[in-house]
């Protein structure tokens, strides 16, 4: 079985009626930026190695948003271990929506 430093994915069925979507933006529904760190975040808790990097209070050293994620969409979020914590991307099929860094409290 692979460790934490090999990578680790977590696979998420973003509903087309989440309540995420409430008025961001009407017409043109995108799911939050804040919300798709909460799903990285649960996805590095689900694994107790690269949890343990993170310690209690975890943060991000780095982030970048890098395409909208809309109702009806199949995340994966891509997780490994880092000199510095945790490396994160998180693709919506071919497509890369977000990547950055997650490190613990200074």
């Given amino acids: 079985m692979p460790g934490p430093d090999d990578g680790v994915e977590a696979v998420v069925e973003i509903a087309a ?10 017409g043109a529904p995108v799911l939050p930026g804040a919300f798709v760190l909460a799903l990285v975040m649960q996805a590095a808790s689900e694994h107790p190695a690269l949890a343990a990097r993170l310690g209690d209070t975890p943060q991000v050293q780095q982030v970048k948003f890098l395409a909208p994620v809309g109702p009806g969409q199949r995340l994966v979020v891509r997780l490994r271990g880092s000199v510095t914590g945790i490396a994160f991307q998180v693709v919506c ?3 890369t929506v977000a990547r950055g860094q997650l490190a613990p409290a200074a």
Avoid: Q
């Fill in 93 to 95: 099929g071919a497509v």
């Fill in 17 to 26: 009626d989440h309540p995420a979507f409430a008025g961001h933006f009407p």
